[in-house]
């Protein structure tokens, strides 16, 4: 009889343990439930892609409940999505016109980039190019006017290999190809050449084509890792001046940081170089976006440099701080 009473108390004492410890599991399996994950959606400029991503990471060693979508597709499927709402924010990489604003965009500048003229090395003059660079007349005539056929007629070379300009644009609504066009005046409707889906599309075609010329977002000329030129694809050089050479305050492609040190110091011309932006329609609400967008404005910063773009003055940050508020 003791020993069934034994038994009975043990298997009790069992059973108490057992069930105490199946309930802390459900508690922590409640607790981890209960951490809501928030989603924040962007789509937008391929300028800003790379810097986006960036963020995000960093963002998510300090914030991982937050979970980002980004996905480039041009500055124009940016502005569409964000004012339909298909995502949370648009990647802009142009000037916001008082049209925009007036359908309820809503903006924070973040940093600055540049549009370049792209060329392949191979071209048969490449190395006149080099020396004269291309004045803003002269790539008007190309991607504008198209009043020049030739790359001879171009330089002026008599007697050469008679070689055809073959022109690139974007096919897609592109802050790049607005920012291009508005060195000359236009809008990219105005541009002329044969259309590429997004800056890899361009910077593909160019690579492809010895007598190619295009346009490109800076990091699809140089590597983020060496700062060197990508290979097959360079940038031509601007003659600012407009005096048939390449002075040495014009000489501002050699590596990633030199060109970034002269978009920052107004050696290149802007436009083609620009601010980006994020979007929205209307301020947002959403607590989670607007802690993301201080933290890019503060601690983010510090990416920028070191990502491949330059930073905005202090004042312009505190500008953009001051709207979140």
Known sequence: MNNIKYSLVAFALLLFVSCGHSSDTNNATDTNSNKTEVSISFSGAFALYPLAQKWAEAYNKTHPDVRFDIQAGGAGKGLTDALSGAVDVGMFSREITDAEKSKGVWYIALCKDAVIPTINPANPYINTIRERGITKDQFKAIFVDQSVKTWDALLNIKGGQNAKVDV???????????????????????????????????????????????????????????????????????????????????????????????????????????????????????KELLDFFNWVLTDGQQLVQSAGYVPLPQEVIKEQIDKLK
């Open 168 to 286: 690139f644009t974007r096919s897609d609504a592109s802050g790049a190809a607005d920012s291009w066009a508005a060195f000359f005046g236009k809008k990219q409707e105005n541009l002329k050449g044969l259309g590429m889906n997004g800056d890899p599309g361009v910077s593909d075609a160019v690579k492809r084509d010895k007598n190619a010329i295009g346009y490109n977002n800076t990091l699809f000329l140089y590597d983020i890792k060496t700062g060197k030129p990508v290979p097959g694809i360079e940038a031509v050089p601007i003659d600012v001046n407009a005096n048939g050479k390449i002075d040495a305050d014009e000489q501002n492609y050699s590596d990633l940081n030199t060109f970034l040190k002269a978009v920052n110091d107004g050696k290149f011309p802007s436009p083609p170089a620009r601010d980006l932006y994020f979007i929205t329609k209307g301020k947002p609400a959403k």
